[in-house]
């Protein structure tokens, strides 16, 4: 009895250490899964943008989730000075169905549109005091409220800075100038190898008249020769 005891618990512990290394790579695979399709919010490829005291600006935001949403919760904070004063907060329930907007703000307009994953939102007539930082906020209870943030800069000036096109243009003058340089060497080098070729073909052509003249004359000359040389009956 104590054999199969012990053979039993052996095989038992096998049993639990084998169950258990399944478990540990079904949770990593579930894991993996969860942080490659999770929930992503990205505020484009410029983070930042300058705007003129008085201009309205777009405040770009968009999401993704590789296994889709439910109840997705966003919201625009505007951080002034470490404080967080929200600017308007929304849910979407299902992807395709426009969420109802709360803003907090009067010069904020929610331009987004669930169908298009965006939640962008407009801000009117800004002025210096809008400078700052902009967070876009969002969390999807379908990922286990997985949650994720971007933040978009807004600087405000008085005017826009004039771009000093003085280097670029003087490139793309050298680069024109050889171009056209290396154009102009390849029209007068075909147009000589061209004249170069007529002349040869003339050459040869008198060549080969002269050749054909000479010739004749001197057949001809030969004839007479053996005309005169024939002795008479």
């Given at each position: 009895?104590?054999?199969?005891?012990?053979?039993?618990?052996?095989?038992?512990?096998?049993?639990?250490?084998?169950?258990?290394?399944?478990?540990?790579?079904?949770?990593?695979?579930?894991?993996?899964?969860?942080?490659?399709?999770?929930?992503?919010?990205?505020?484009?490829?410029?983070?930042?943008?300058?705007?003129?005291?008085?201009?309205?600006v777009l405040l770009p935001c968009?999401?993704?989730?590789?296994?889709?949403?439910?109840?997705?919760?966003?919201?625009?904070?505007?951080?002034?000075?470490?404080?967080?004063?929200?600017?308007?907060?929304?849910?979407?329930?299902?992807?395709?169905?426009?969420?109802?907007?709360?803003?907090?703000?009067?010069?904020?307009?929610?331009?987004?549109?669930?169908?298009?994953?965006?939640?962008?939102?407009?801000?009117?007539?800004?002025?210096?005091?809008?400078?700052?930082?902009?967070?876009?906020?969002?969390?999807?209870?379908?990922?286990?409220?997985?949650?994720?943030?971007?933040?978009?800069?807004?600087?405000?000036?008085?005017?826009?800075?004039?771009?000093?096109?003085?280097?670029?243009?003087?490139?793309?003058?050298?680069?024109?100038?050889?171009?056209?340089?290396?154009?102009?060497?390849?029209?007068?080098?075909?147009?000589?190898?061209?004249?170069?070729?007529?002349?040869?073909?003339?050459?040869?052509?008198?060549?080969?008249?002269?050749?054909?003249?000479?010739?004749?004359?001197?057949?001809?000359?030969?004839?007479?020769?053996?005309?005169?040389?024939?002795?008479?009956?």
């Amino acid at each position: 009895m104590a054999s199969v005891d012990s053979t039993g618990s052996s095989v038992s512990g096998r049993l639990r250490s084998g169950d258990l290394l399944h478990a540990g790579l079904a949770v990593a695979l579930l894991l993996g899964v969860w942080s490659v399709g999770g929930l992503e919010v990205s505020t484009g490829k410029v983070s930042s943008i300058e705007a003129m005291n008085g201009s309205t600006v777009l405040l770009p935001c968009t999401y993704s989730s590789c296994i889709g949403i439910r109840n997705l919760y966003f919201n625009w904070h505007y951080n002034d000075n470490g404080t967080m004063l929200k600017l308007c907060e929304a849910v979407i329930p299902i992807e395709g169905v426009e969420p109802r907007v709360s803003v907090y703000h009067e010069r904020v307009e929610f331009v987004g549109s669930s169908k298009s994953n965006n939640i962008s939102i407009l801000l009117w007539n800004i002025t210096f005091e809008d400078n700052g930082e902009y967070i876009c906020f969002a969390r999807n209870p379908k990922e286990k409220n997985r949650n994720h943030s971007a933040i978009f800069t807004l600087i405000v000036v008085d005017q826009m800075k004039e771009v000093d096109n003085t280097l670029t243009v003087i490139i793309v003058s050298v680069l024109g100038g050889v171009i056209g340089l290396v154009i102009i060497v390849m029209v007068i080098k075909a147009l000589v190898v061209h004249f170069l070729l007529k002349d040869d073909e003339k050459n040869k052509e008198c060549l080969v008249s002269s050749s054909g003249n000479d010739n004749t004359e001197n057949g001809l000359s030969g004839a007479k020769a053996d005309n005169k040389g024939t002795p008479k009956a």
